[in-house]
């Protein structure tokens, strides 16, 4: 059995190498094979019939897929490798906005949002009408956020008209989209690490004075906590809807109860390992080796 760790073929951070050599180290301890490797060194070749070729890629019978990137996941399924996760699955997490669709189907708890009208049309505004629009369904204050984004980069918090016009003109030609705005869980999340379908692993993450994104990239403080059955199993829901074999599920506390904020497939869980002291590289692997014995 030989896998390969993939990671994105452009320098982003240490953090993205670490996380792949992590859990590379780990299966090796398990006896699997594994390489870690950039998209770029692993590439593969479409052929006019829709063969598909990689000489890489096809040593390994699994890939641990820590890139976004469709385009060499689809091929690289489309050569046999069992990927973790599922490409389907990090394209559905990749998109918030569809993450919340696909859990919709599934029953899952989520946060009231509207989506913006995608914008072709260099030179234009935001359609003011259609914000307007918005203010009226979410109330003020409310929540902006990229549909693609991470480490909190792509999360406003607007307090009026002059600021949410302001936002979807910053955000026009992204995918994007509105959001109610959970008050009594300002500044405060849970992080729940799911692993074949089980809830492994929590923390709660604080932010720090004065912000609403508790993001720990944004200065936001990992703390242990018990972990409820309802977060449990409402993070389990969600990531078993996703298809997801390894995902990080964002969970915030309302009034009427917990409520999925995000899906993360590429989780890190160098932070939570260190608050938690658990071994969720471990976990994994250990869930990785056990799909291929039988
Ligand atoms: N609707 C909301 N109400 C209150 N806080 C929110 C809301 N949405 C996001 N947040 C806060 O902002 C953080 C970042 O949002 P999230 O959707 O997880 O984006 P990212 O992918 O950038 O982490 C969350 O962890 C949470 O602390
Ligand atoms: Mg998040």
Redesign the pocket.
Known sequence: MQGLVLINGYPNGEKFYRQGERIAEELRALGVQADVLRNGEVYATLFADGKISSSVAQKYNFAVYLDKDKYLGRMLEGLGLRLFNPISAIELCDD?MLTYLALREANVPL?KSVPAPLCYTPNVKANEFFLQKVSQELGFPL?V?KSY???????QLVHGMPDLIKAGNEFLHEPHFF?????E?????IRVIVIGGKAVAAME?V?KTGE????IELG?EGRTIALSETVASVAEKAARALGLDYCGV?V?QTQDGARI??V?SNAFFEGLEATTGINVARLYAEYISNIFKF
């Open positions: 918030k946060i929540v956020k984004g991470s480490f909190g980069a792509g999360v959001q109610q705005f959970i008050s869980a300002a500044g405060r999340d993450r932010a609403f994104r508790s993001n936001g964002d915030l904020c995000e993360n």
